[in-house]
């Protein structure tokens, strides 16, 4: 079975501090991966996309950057947070693009003071 | 752009009672998925359901690709069911990007 793992649960950051956040997927290989986030309040909307290791699409601007080192890893970074920064982010992942069916982790709600 | 509004946007049952959320969609869709939001914030997938009908349980889902809308009827409601329910829209990009609605606020008391 598949299992989607995100890491930290939570975290309380300082502005202008760097971020790093990750999700790990087991049990497929070469999931398509993706970011979410949602903002207190606010709609969930897709960040990043990721098809194939080492490659990443980038698709709101939010001064966040996102790479794929493994087959099986997701992370999300900035090396300086803003207010704006917090809210809920959730890692995703699907075996075919076509039909978008995706599977979420359990999130990481992320607070910038 | 992509719209996905979903009505209503809260609603409070008495527990037993049937429960009717809506999800209309702007643009023609690929896709659609209903979720349970957690409070903390994760979510559980309900249904993926790009047309027709589903059922699970209490829950059934009805997608009109035609009429771009999509419902999910919760019947018999029990104070567990309470929370956030989410639809979401796939439009067959080069991105599975997924467009959310803002939700359905679901309140079931005793």
């Known amino acids: 079975a598949q299992t989607i793992h995100q890491w930290p649960v939570a975290e309380i950051k300082a502005v202008g501090s760097p971020l790093s956040l990750g999700c790990t997927i087991k049990g497929k290989s070469s999931p398509n991966l993706y970011w979410y986030w949602q903002a207190t309040g606010g709609t969930l909307q897709q960040l990043f996309y990721?098809?194939?290791?080492?490659?990443v699409e980038s698709v709101v601007q939010l001064n966040l950057s996102a790479s794929r080192p493994k087959d099986d890893q997701f992370i999300l970074s900035t090396e300086k947070l803003l207010l704006s920064h917090s809210g809920f982010y959730l890692c995703?992942?699907?075996?075919?693009?076509?039909?978008?069916?995706?599977?979420f982790g359990h999130g990481t709600k992320l607070s910038v003071l | 752009g992509q719209q996905v509004q979903q009505s209503p946007a809260s609603l409070v049952l008495q527990e037993g009672e049937n429960a009717e959320l809506q999800c209309n969609f702007s643009t023609s869709l690929n896709s659609m998925q209903w979720f349970y939001q957690r409070p903390e914030g994760s979510l559980v997938s309900l249904f993926y359901n790009p047309s027709g009908t589903k059922q699970s349980g209490r829950l059934t889902s009805t997608t009109v690709i035609k009429e771009r809308r999509s419902s999910l009827h919760i019947s018999s409601s029990q104070i567990t069911d309470s929370g956030t329910y989410l639809c979401a829209m796939g439009s067959g990009g080069s991105n599975a990007k997924l467009t959310f609605g803002k939700g359905t606020k679901l309140s079931v008391k005793s």
């Open positions: 995703a992942w699907s075996l075919q693009i076509s039909n978008e069916r995706l599977f």
């Open positions: 990721s098809i194939t290791v080492g490659q």
